[in-house]
């Protein structure tokens, strides 16, 4: 079969000029109202999250592996940097960005290592029920990031920071109204028509309202100010920043490790769609070290780090979007659109996109697995369970975590079945002679069953223990095997061992205690 060739410079760009072009316009209205609100829940000014975007949408489109796909600020990495904004903001009035700026560039560091080391290949041993338990988690924290803007401020009294810009007394019906009306829209629109996204509609319709009516409500300028430029090269070290030490380091590595692994995690499930939907195959590698690359970039012009964002660039996809072009120019038009109506952005009530917000928390969850949750085997549900369970009880969050949780539990669990498919069976030719024959795979975890399958009290003169079907993968197989024949041989019987394959034959002589015969 021949090798797919991969299409040329040219074709990665402009195969399909008036699709990508269009296409990439319509993805930058639905990346707007996002990247606001990541901003939001990280706790910095919307420029953050918008030059974030601006500054990812323009360097994955020149250095990703996926052509098509979307990266941009995104909530399962917002959330992680919440803590760290936050201890920032304690040691000095504008530090919190200064550390998620050093933060940024740490994650693209790691990024590219983790594709220069080949982490996407790893990513085929994370089970669904890890991938189920992470999209759950990561709806829930985006839901969850939404009640203080409802009103439903957990944090009130605290002094947390921006409590008195959240809606409070007559404005929470309002507001509460306003949310409702948004996600009828989102929903009901899509059944009449899909010309325009329903989100940009429910946010245009909302802020009519808010305006027309003068409502006293929260709105974008209240989490800060937008951008009236182009972004500015600048380092986050030195006198105004934060100092170049390994204290900063120590500060900001838990949470660049868990962006780098977590924005990896949905990059890749969106290269999966994309690819799937395309019919077409692209390097997960070479993307780790596009989006590291993409990160350092965002970090330099005061942008927050990021990771494919997966309804955009299925929304590119579906609406034509095909070569790196419409990537790049959903970047471009984004940041005008913010330069030429930044003053109508400003007016974007909070409500509109807590509904926004909401519609991505809804589409996040595995909807279908817990549907289905009593058909799912029950190993796979205490997975998912773990998986989440470690996200929502670490503080802060960690969705890199829980995932690593969700893994280790899907291992244990599995050695536990694979340690039950070791099977001895007992012959007797006659009174003096037995012979063993063991079928299975022999571990650490399988042990316990291989040395309950030998009746260790009875020592016949002769005994034969066959492994021509099984195999011996550690020391602690070896050790048990040893054990065996030992105990045997301590109570008198002569003991052959015969049929170990070649590999379980080596490891058995370099590490076993007995002298043995061979068949």
């Not at 009516?213 to 929260?218: A, E, K, R, T, V």
């Amino acid at each position: 079969m021949a090798k797919r060739s991969s299409p040329s410079l040219l074709n990665q760009w402009f195969s399909s000029p008036t699709k990508d072009l269009l296409s990439g316009l319509v993805v930058a209205f639905a990346m707007i109202p996002e990247a606001i609100a990541f901003s939001g829940i990280a706790g910095v000014d919307p420029k953050v999250g918008l030059f974030g975007a601006f500054c990812l949408s323009l360097t994955i489109a020149v250095v990703g592996s996926r052509m098509a796909m979307i990266t941009s600020a995104t909530g399962s990495t917002a959330l992680l940097m919440t803590g760290l904004v936050a201890a920032g903001e304690a040691k000095g009035a504008g530090l919190g960005v200064q550390y998620l700026m050093v933060a940024g560039l740490v994650t693209g560091v790691l990024q590219i290592l983790w594709g220069w080391l080949r982490l996407a290949y790893q990513m085929r041993f994370v089970p669904q029920g890890v991938l189920s338990g992470f999209v759950n988690a990561l709806a829930l924290l985006i839901f969850q990031a939404q009640l203080p803007q409802l009103g439903l401020n957990l944090h009130a009294g605290d002094g947390s920071h921006g409590a008195d810009l959240l809606p409070h007394g007559a404005q929470i019906p309002v507001v509460w109204g306003l949310v409702l009306l948004g996600l009828v829209i989102i929903y009901g629109l899509p059944r009449l028509t899909k010309v325009v996204p329903s989100q940009l509609v429910a946010i245009v319709v909302l802020t009519l309202i808010s305006v027309g009516f003068s409502f006293d409500i929260p709105t974008v300028s209240s989490l800060g100010t937008l951008p009236n430029g182009l972004p500015t090269f600048s380092l986050p070290f030195g006198p105004a920043g934060v100092p170049f030490n390994l204290d900063t380091l120590g500060m900001v590595l838990p949470t660049a490790m868990a962006i780098s692994l977590v924005g990896l995690m949905e990059t890749f499930l969106t290269q999966d769609i994309l690819d799937d939907k395309t019919d077409t195959t692209t390097n997960k590698n070479v993307e780790a070290r596009g989006q590291g690359v993409a990160n350092i970039v965002s970090s330099l012009f005061g942008g927050m780090a990021g990771c494919a964002l997966v309804g955009q660039s299925v929304m590119n996809v579906e609406n034509g979007g095909r070569t790196r072009l419409s990537t790049f120019f959903s970047g471009v038009s984004l940041l005008a659109m913010i330069l030429l109506a930044g003053a109508w952005l400003k007016q974007i009530p909070m409500a509109a996109l807590v509904a926004v917000m909401i519609s991505i928390a809804v589409s996040t969850a595995d909807i279908n697995g817990l549907r289905n949750l009593r058909r799912i085997p029950k190993s796979d549900t205490s997975v998912m369970l773990m998986t989440f369970a470690v996200t929502m009880l670490t503080t802060p969050h960690n969705l890199a975590l829980g995932v690593l949780a969700g893994v280790a539990l899907a291992g244990i669990l599995f050695s536990r079945k694979v340690a039950k498919v070791i099977h001895v069976e007992t012959i007797d030719p006659n009174e003096d002679e037995r012979l063993y024959r063991v079928t299975g795979q022999l571990f650490f975890v399988s042990k316990v069953y291989f040395v309950q399958g030998f009746d260790l009290h009875d020592h016949p003169q002769r005994i034969t223990i066959d492994m021509s079907g099984a195999h011996i993968w550690d020391q602690s197989g070896v050790a048990a095997l040893d054990q065996v024949m030992r105990k045997f041989r301590s109570g008198g019987s002569l003991v052959e061992l015969v049929g170990l394959n070649e590999e379980s034959l080596d490891l058995f002589e370099r590490i076993g205690g007995q002298e043995t015969a061979h068949a």
